[in-house]
């Protein structure tokens, strides 16, 4: 099988293309040992089977970023029988920069005039047949939202790679050559041959090892470019400034909340899209728990594993179906933002704001969509475009209270210290969520982030464009698919490791109860009883079994049975009364902040680590939220213990 | 003039850029090298600043604005 290796840099339009030319047939996943998402696919043009490559997004092959190493490492494989590079045809000036990097590569290449529709709006005509020319390859403009253009691409693939053709080195370095303050041939002369790299590429590269070199390389690279395109582009206009809605959308205040409101819009459209789906999730146990409980009895099944069945399984699926629905929309609508090109704007406005955090303006998108539900936060991750700046992110997430700690953690203060207590937590929640991301990142940003990668921002603003549905479309669901199976398996098994320490097995309570017993000495330092303790630990595997399991516990009640049959969160009067009972108000304060800062749910671990790959990391930050919360619950627990 | 400094409708030709390594690659790989017309569409303290360069509108922090110098063309 050939394998074709799409380059280009981002708002190329390069997923859009990918996906055009793979269809269904593609695989996501990650680089081997990076955070770095790799995309694969095959196509079949006249009986013969092709593999694409989806190479990382980045601006050149200097290997500065984890994706442009990504890339090298790939082009320097020799894996590639075709390398595809894509190019913004509006923008050619700038985004014929990664060809010209590419020169002196031993791989036959195509060059893909993507966005010819937009150029042509923007009045600029590119003459195709004199680019191709010039350049000694294969070039040909293309519109890669336009589905009835890729039988063409296919065709021309096809026929690069039969006639393999290579980029004349020549045509580039006689720019080298003839700058006097370097003194090129010699430095070719001590290259060795062999390799993917020419002897001339080779030198090239060595050159860019100096500041001095690699500024004088960028400045010839940009010679070449000018030079082809005074013979085959013309331009009609110029067009330099912003248009009306840029103005506002990126001015000092108003860009703020503009960006606010297209967010919150943005989490709205996510619900409509999610509801139908977490509806379903909903009637899930109330369908399947009868017939199932029918069939367990009927077959005389031994009642732990009788319950398991019908109470277990129907509530893991039910909670894997709403946060997938959840993930869905908001991915979705979030995917919308990005494709049209207003994603940058949003990193552009709150740029200042994420650089206090060692992020960039991107990650604000993730920190939003986490006051719904975490996961969603961590899937919305991947805009970002540094490795160490997106696991940081994901870090931080984790800070966030999602939508269901928002309504659990005030209901709890209500019940102990009145509405005014409520709205007053719920203050101090939100004063130490920002310290707590502060904090994280003052601790893990060092490790995660690169020197290198620690710079500010140098980012593209792209002209807006119409929203690629079909695209769009097929990315979310793809990603919907992946995070169902992942996220059910996980949950799976912590929830059947939670039934087993839970269930009470020989009648004498659960293995849980027991070790609540044995260490309630060293939780009440904490401020909290064991059973609080216990509740804690369950609302680690979800948040909503929180109440239940308190309750249970209180109540001598099957613990097992009311974790996982957590539906709502809701709080029955009678068990307002008991807590208040059993629980004092410094313990309630503690126990509220510790709930809240705990680790998220497994989902959101199992998704973080999905996305990352590391167990250390991923181990630290679990411990860092342990202790983050553990201590906050045992100053809180103190301060009330002084007030009360 | 640093480009840190320049206004909104500035426009002029970089005659100088510097820093490491990785900052100069990413600014030639975005369309930032000597001889590159860039005018200024937008300079906000506090924010990136925002110019065209190449046909394409750029956003680049103040702190790496500050280590590129432009040679004055003409004033919109």
Partial sequence: MKTIALLGQPNSGKSSLFNGLTGSHQHVGNWPGKTVEHKEGTFTYQGEQYRVIDLPGSYSLAAGSEEEMITTEYMESGKADLVAILVDSSQLERSLYMFTDFIGMNIPALLILNLMDVAKAKGIQVDVDKLQEKLGIPVMGFVAADMKQYGRLKEQIASAITTPQCVDVSLLTKYYEADESISFDALVDQQESGGIYSKEKAAIRDLEKSEKGLKQSGKHKYELI????????????????????????????????????????????????????????VMIPAVLESPLRALMTSLHVWKPLAEFIYVVIPNVLFFTISMVGFVLGVTFAFAVIEDIGYMARISFVFNAAMEWLGLQGKSVCSFLMSLGCNMAGIAGSRVIDSAGQRFLTMILVWSIPCGTTLSLAPMLAAIFFGPAGAFLVLVLMFVITIGSMFLASKIFAKQLIRVEESQGMVMELPPYHKPKWRCIIRTTLNK???????????????????????????????????????????????????????????????????????????????????????KSVGLSEGMGQMLQEVITKPQALGFIMAIVFNVPCTMTVAATFRENHSKKWIALSVIYYLVFSLALSCIFYHIGLLIW | MRLADAKAGYTGKVCEISGNLHLLSRLIGIGIVEGSDISVVQNYKGQPILFYCKDSMIALSRKDCEGILLEEEQKI
Wanted: net charge positive; glycine share 8%.
């Fill in chain 1, 226 to 281: 000018d030079q082809i395109l005074k013979e085959s582009v013309h331009k009609e206009r110029v067009e330099n400034g912003l248009n009306r809605f840029d103005k506002w959308a990126l001015g000092k205040h108003s860009g703020k909340w503009i960006a606010l409101g297209i967010i919150v819009l943005a989490l709205a459209a996510a619900m409509v899209v999610a509801m139908p789906i977490m509806g379903i999730g």
């Fill in chain 1, 480 to 566: 919907a698919k992946d995070i169902f199976c992942r996220a059910f398996k996980v949950i799976l098994l912590v929830s059947f490791v939670f039934y087993l320490l839970s269930s009470d097995w020989m009648g004498n309570g659960s293995i849980l109860v027991g070790i609540g017993r044995v260490i309630a000495p060293v939780t009440e330092f904490f401020g909290m009883t064991w059973q609080m303790f216990m509740a804690y630990l369950s609302s680690m595997v979800t948040k909503e079994s929180l109440l239940g399991v308190i309750n249970a516990l209180y109540s001598n009640a099957d613990v097992a049975v009311a974790a996982f049959n957590a």
